[in-house]
C-alpha cells in the first residue's frame, strides 16, 4: 500500500520561513494534501495540488511537487505563531487517503 | 452549524465494557470515515462507508462495528473496550473529491 513519510519536527523563528517536506510511494496518487491539526481539533484542509501540477501558491502557502523523486513540500512565509500545530500531507490513491506521521512545527517568537 | 459532529468528545470507561460515538454530517456528503489517531498522533483510516455502503474496512479487530443509519451518519461501537483501544477516533466526511472534512475527535480513555 502507499507509504508516506514526513519529519518529526520543526523548530522555525516568527517571521522566518518554514519548509516541510513529505515523500510518498504511489505514482499514480491524483491529488496531494497539506492538513493542518491544531491542539485538541480535528484536521483542516490547508491547501492541495493536482499530480499534473509542480506548483501552487496560495497566500502564504507555496506547495511544491516533485513527481520524480515523489517529495511534496510545504513552504509556510512569514511564520506566525498562529502557525504552531501538527502539518500532515496525504495522498489519494482511489477512495483512500493515506497520511503521513505529521510535521509538529513550533514558532518562536 | 457544525458541519461534522462528534459525540462524545471525551470518554473515559473500563477494560471490558462496550462503547459508541456518535458522528453526523450536514454537508449532504455521501462519504463518511472512521480514523483512529494514536498517541504519537498517527492518523489511520479504519472504516469508509459510500451512501451508508461500506467500502474501505481495513485490518480492525471484529471488536469495532461501524452503522451507517443513513448517509448523513456513521456511528462507531466498540465492544469488549482494551487498553490498546485509547486514541482519538475521528469522523470525517468527503463529496469524493479527496478532501475530507473532519470533526473534533472524540478522546477515549480505556482504564
Known amino acids: 500500500g502507499e507509504d508516506v513519510e514526513q519529519s518529526l519536527f520543526l523548530s522555525v523563528r516568527e517571521g522566518d520561513s518554514s519548509v516541510i517536506n513529505c515523500t510518498y510511494t504511489?505514482?499514480?496518487?491524483?491529488?496531494l494534501y497539506w492538513y493542518k491539526q491544531e491542539p485538541g481539533a480535528g484536521l483542516q484542509l490547508l491547501t492541495y495540488?493536482?499530480?499534473?501540477?509542480d506548483m501552487k501558491q496560495d497566500q502564504r502557502l507555496t506547495v511544491l511537487l516533485n513527481k520524480k523523486d515523489k517529495h511534496l513540500s510545504l513552504r509556510i512565509a512569514d511564520t506566525q505563531t498562529g502557525d504552531s500545530a501538527i502539518y500532515f500531507c496525504?495522498?489519494?490513491?482511489?477512495?483512500?487517503?493515506?497520511f503521513g506521521g505529521g510535521t509538529r512545527v513550533l514558532v518562536k517568537p | 452549524d457544525t458541519a461534522v459532529s462528534q459525540t462524545p468528545k471525551y470518554l473515559v470507561t473500563q477494560m471490558g465494557n462496550d462503547k459508541s460515538i456518535k458522528c453526523e454530517q450536514n454537508l449532504g456528503h455521501d462519504t463518511m470515515y472512521w480514523y483512529k489517531q494514536d498517541s504519537k498522533k498517527f492518523l489511520k483510516i479504519m472504516f469508509s462507508y459510500n451512501n451508508k455502503e461500506l467500502i474501505i474496512n481495513e485490518t480492525v479487530p471484529n471488536r469495532f462495528s461501524p452503522k451507517s443509519p443513513d448517509k448523513a451518519h456513521l456511528n462507531l461501537h466498540i465492544n469488549s473496550l482494551e487498553l490498546g483501544d485509547s486514541a482519538v477516533y475521528f469522523c470525517?466526511?468527503?463529496?469524493?473529491?479527496?478532501?475530507?472534512?473532519f470533526g473534533e475527535g472524540s478522546r477515549l480513555t480505556v482504564l
Open positions: 504511489d505514482s499514480s496518487s491524483t491529488y
Open positions: 470525517a466526511s468527503s463529496p469524493g473529491t479527496g478532501e475530507l472534512f
Open positions: 495540488i493536482f499530480s499534473n501540477m
Open positions: 496525504a495522498v489519494s490513491a482511489g477512495n483512500k487517503l493515506t
